[in-house]
């Protein structure tokens, strides 16, 4: 009698837990599984890496948009309409009237000047840009002013592109309008809100954020009084999911919505299955070779020449880099006007060995590589490896997190590095340019570890000349022109960072969802996106 | 005299308890000096998590310098002693809150998670090892070993795939990842932290059965590691008693195998379960990273790796004196129950 009530039990039990609960996600709310790891604030100013602006993107509004399909059109935001001064050194916007926070604060051009002023006050993470462009903690209060409740005026510092400057507030999360007497509200010992924002938001968004739980969910709620026309979406949910298989049987099952950050070979797989779509978007970072010039071989143009000649691009880029990089060997990212076609290096082994013997280095010599352990990195490392040993020189690869790897990079210890970078989320060659190739200061002591130039200690004085007067240069013509010349140099001169392959995101959603865009500059917008059932 | 006998006892006890006191503080000083020196000599730059690879470095400089980095590390040790003191673990750089507030919030997940798979563990290793110890080398021993074996080595993140896959993709008997439905996200005001716990107060029964849902295939698989080691040291210590001479003489005078297995052997290894079950389940609290990646569980193990790979050494910290305190706590917890069943030790 016993076995036969403890089976009914275990059935009985067994069919409780499994009844079925929810088999879709709700019409009205959009579920995403992505990685939280490097969401570690909300606050637009100290925003690093790409998650963060997703998310703030949809919480903010900015001044400006850049169009997903086409990044040259800069569509208005907040700001209704700009002009550029005619000597280029000041740009005036005029702010949307009747904008309200989700405070119910209204939103003035104060508001758009003092978020601005704050990211160079605060020196946060998204400071740099700014700083690039002559602003600082200094000047800001002049630069960025509002003269009216209804007008913004931008006077640029230093003499820049105005164009680039227009990319940037359509594109850095840290030019995102804040609620000032909100954030205010907020203040702790002069912080401007620093502490609070890490974990609120005080934004005019398409959703308003209820409740963000680190690494486990961030819950938000459509903004029932937007200005633009409301979010077709009730609700956004985004789960932190780190395991790429986890991610996929929960897109399969119907769980989640959409899927960031799934490995290439679930990605590969997930093609075969007809209820997924599949959207990968370029980005403007390239993974590079990066040799260190400080380094006596190195910095024998010979010797970067040879590393040049060992490296297996078409094996690299037809065996690890799909879905993560598409075919690319230029300091400038792919598909801009000026970028150049690609010079069509190749792996050419006895070419490398001639180099290196006049180099003096007849039997090759030891070295290493720091790479992120993570594919592709180490998957290029790893071909790399291999293709230096044919030149005979033998390479040990140091694995690392990005902390470790870049933390070595900025300190200039280190002598070949497999990475990603080269800003570019400004459609403009400027923008990769100066993360790549420009160099002002090649000392130590200049410390400009934000320049992926400075970091692998190559100067061309020939080149930064040119890259700041093609900056300033008002005709698009012989800008284009001057950029094209940069590239020329940069290859005669074998630079120290090879571009391989330029980055590709891939994100992998339910067939029903509709517009969901995915933004070059990681400002993918969900107002519009809605289920088609 | 007997004034004098209970004085003399109470003091020994006294001493006896400021004794284990003065132990604890030193284990605890140490664990916390150890983790921060190799916290502080790790290769990974807590400066770099927090600003990025790509910023100049004056913003570099100045959070470096709002971490106190810049100090003599015996100084920012004796800081974070100072504040710790004050029941201060500082602020967790990878979340922005105060550690004790992350704690509070991460921790019920792992508790919930630990004590079903610890009770999973428990009430089917111990029956399993005691079964085996009974057949020894007969078919059932033999399977019950397979089992412990396997449940002992094959990666618990191979079960929780292979576990996600069966029963969550083709049977639908078990949640996805995460605690809960989203659906269900926030119906339910946390009181104890613990999901099953808050929804049973609150009434809520569908909250409950999807929390259930959820959490029972991580916690069978988390179990089946401790389920295993207990089967193994039940059968090992069963083996041991039942071969000695009073297990015979029971069997003499004519008791039943149930009596002479469950009264007598069962009961003299006791002490020594208890040792291991408490300690199986410290290692359950300490956090079942694997677990808690594969099914997306917001608990104590995500949050201390997440914090040892951005070299957040608050978080760190903070989690290392808990573990240490668990540890400790299940210790004398230990040594009191082995007063209670084993009175040699009293």
């Given amino acids: 009698m016993k076995v036969p009530y403890l089976l009914a039990t275990c059935a009985l039990s067994i069919s409780l837990i499994g009844m079925p609960l929810q088999a879709k996600t709700p019409t009205d709310q959009l579920i995403i599984g992505m990685s939280m790891n490097n969401l570690l604030s909300l606050d637009p100013a100290g925003a690093t890496g790409n998650d963060v602006v997703e998310v703030n993107a949809n919480m903010y509004d900015s001044l400006v948009e850049l169009d997903p399909a086409d990044t040259y059109k800069i569509l208005p935001g907040l700001a209704e309409s700009w002009t550029v001064a005619a000597d280029n050194r000041s740009i005036t916007f005029k702010i949307r009237k009747g904008v309200k926070f989700h405070s119910g604060n209204p939103l003035t051009a104060e508001d758009a000047a003092w978020s601005l002023q704050r990211v160079l006050k605060l020196n946060l993470a998204l400071a740099s840009v700014w700083k690039s462009y002559g602003f600082s903690a200094a000047n800001v209060e002049q630069s960025i002013r509002a003269t009216d409740a209804e007008t913004l005026v931008l006077t640029l510092p230093e003499p820049t592109d105005p164009k680039l400057v227009i990319y940037t507030l359509g594109t850095s999360v840290g030019a995102m309008v804040l609620d000032r007497k909100k954030v205010l509200a907020n203040e702790k010992d002069g912080d401007m809100g620093k502490a609070w924002l890490t974990t609120n938001e005080a934004g005019s968004g398409p959703f308003a954020l209820n409740e963000w739980r680190q690494k486990d969910v961030l819950l938000m709620s459509r903004n029932e009084s937007y200005w633009r026309p409301q979010a077709k979406l009730k609700r956004v949910v985004l789960r932190h999911m780190t395991e790429s298989q986890t991610l996929r049987l929960m897109l399969e099952r119907g769980d989640i919505d959409v899927a960031n950050g799934m490995s290439v070979p679930d990605v590969e797989a997930m093609k075969k299955n007809p209820n997924v779509g599949i959207e990968a978007v370029k980005r403007g970072n390239v993974y590079y070779v990066a040799v260190s010039a400080k380094d006596v071989k190195f910095a024998d143009k010979r010797v970067r020449l040879a590393i040049r000649n060992l490296i297996d691009y078409d094996g690299i880029n037809k065996t690890v880099m799909p879905n993560y990089g598409l075919y690319h060997q230029r300091p400038v990212q792919m598909g801009l006007p000026a970028t150049l076609p690609n010079p069509g290096y190749k792996l050419d082994v006895p070419a490398a060995r001639k180099l290196l013997t006049e180099a003096g280095f007849p039997n090759g010599f030891k070295t290493t590589i720091r790479v992120l352990s993570d594919p592709p990195f180490i998957n290029i490392a790893t071909s790399l490896q291999a293709t230096l040993a044919l030149g005979g020189i033998e390479a040990s690869v140091i694995p690392g997190t990005g902390n470790q790897v870049y933390g070595a990079m900025r300190d200039r210890s280190f002598e070949i590095i497999v990475g990603r970078g080269g800003g570019g989320a400004e459609p403009h060659p400027h923008s990769s340019l100066r993360s790549l190739v420009y160099n002002p200061d090649n000392r130590d002591e200049a410390k400009l570890t934000n320049f992926q130039g400075w970091r692998t200690s190559f100067i061309s004085p020939e080149i930064n000349a040119l890259i700041e007067k093609a900056e300033v240069e008002q005709d698009e013509k012989k800008q284009t022109a001057m950029y094209q010349e940069i590239q020329k140099l940069y290859e005669q001169q074998v630079g120290a960072i090879q571009p391989v392959s330029q980055m590709v995101d891939t994100v992998v959603l339910q067939k029903d969802i509709r517009n969901f865009h995915s933004h070059p500059a990681s400002t993918t917008r969900w107002r519009e996106v809605y289920k088609q059932r | ?346």
């Fill in chain 2, 1 to 346: 005299m007997s004034i004098f006998s209970l004085t003399g006892r109470h003091m020994r006890r006294a001493t006896g308890f400021g004794h284990r006191l003065a132990i604890v503080a030193v284990t605890l000083m140490g664990l916390l000096a150890l983790t921060f020196f190799i916290g502080r000599v790790m290769p990974l730059d807590p400066v770099l998590s927090i600003v990025g690879s790509d910023a100049d470095q004056s913003t570099y400089q100045q959070v470096y310098h709002q971490l106190g980095l810049d100090k003599p590390m015996y100084m920012q040790f004796a800081y974070y002693l100072r504040d710790l003191l004050h029941g201060d673990l500082g602020r967790a750089m990878l979340t922005g809150n105060a550690v004790t507030a992350d704690i509070a919030r991460v921790f019920p997940a792992t508790i919930e998670l630990a004590t079903i798979a610890i009770l999973f563990g428990t009430f089917v290793g111990v029956p399993l090892g005691v079964f085996a110890a009974t057949r020894r080398g007969r078919l059932g021993d033999q399977v019950v070993r397979v089992i412990s074996l396997c449940g002992y080595s094959v990666p618990v993140f191979w079960f929780g795939m292979m576990g996600l896959i069966i029963f969550y993709a083709w049977l639908d008997w078990a949640g996805g990842a995460g605690r809960i439905d989203l659906a269900f996200d926030g119906l339910v005001q946390s009181r104890t932290g613990l999901l099953l716990i808050d929804a049973a107060l609150a009434g809520e029964w569908e909250v409950f059965h999807s929390a259930l849902k959820h959490i029972t295939l991580p916690a069978c698989i988390l179990g089946l590691h401790s389920m295993a080691y207990i089967a193994r040291m039940t059968r090992s210590f069963m083996l041991t008693q039942l071969s000695q001479e009073y297990i015979i003489t029971a069997r003499v005078k004519g008791l039943s195998e149930l009596q002479v297995v469950w009264n007598h052997a069962f009961r003299n290894i006791l002490v020594q379960l208890l040792t291991i079950v408490a300690l199986a389940y410290g290692s359950l609290l300490e956090g079942a990273v694997l677990i808690e990646t594969v099914f997306a569980w917001p608990g104590f193990g995500s949050y201390l790796t997440g914090g040892l790979l951005l070299g957040d050494m608050n978080a760190v910290m903070g989690c290392v004196l808990l573990i240490g305190i668990i540890f400790v706590t299940l210790n004398l917890i230990a040594d009191a129950l082995y007063q209670v069943f084993d009175p040699r030790t009293r």
